[in-house]
């Protein structure tokens, strides 16, 4: 498993120390290594913790609510590098988001679409249209900000 320093984080998400550091506070991400000594030595896993981060930037900046975002995060924490390549590998690329509830795990963008059919005008005046997160493609995207030592972009878009 790769881990990035506290300071690598924040350069890749374009985030302060001490709003990493709030966050860690405030049980939102959790280092998967606690450093010790002076300084901060925290380690994060590269691929949940990081991506986590990113997915509830990310969601926040698109309107939805904290705990929509947060529920995203622990989602993503709570998988492994080896489940997210396993779920990539059969076509499960989304979360989705239905009414401020999070997907158990990653789906397939069939299953968003098939969720949006089953009575569309319903479905619109309660605000339970579903929405997806394209978790495969942030993946691929974060990847490639660590190898390059350039920050994430992170699009706004629900």
Not at 7 to 25: A, E, Q, S, Y
Not at 66 to 82: F, Q
């Amino acid at each position: 498993m790769k881990y990035l320093a506290a300071g690598d984080v924040c350069r890749i998400l374009r985030v302060p120390h001490k709003t990493l550091d709030n966050w860690v506070k405030a049980g939102l991400v959790r280092p998967a290594i606690e450093g010790e000594g002076s300084g901060n030595h925290r380690r994060f896993a590269a691929v949940p913790d990081v991506l986590a981060i990113a997915a509830g930037r990310g969601l926040r900046g698109s309107g939805f609510s904290t705990d929509v975002a947060v529920s995203v995060m622990r989602r993503l924490m709570g998988m492994t590098e080896a489940d997210l390549t396993e779920a990539f590998r059969e076509g499960r690329h989304f979360l989705m988001i239905v009414a401020g509830q999070v997907s158990e795990g990653l789906v397939t963008r069939k299953t968003i679409v098939d969720a949006a059919k089953l009575n569309p005008p319903l479905a619109k005046a309660l605000n339970l249209l579903p929405s997806g997160i394209d978790v495969k493609t942030l993946y691929e995207r974060l990847m490639a900000a660590v190898e390059s030592d350039e920050p994430l972009e992170i699009e706004a878009s629900a």
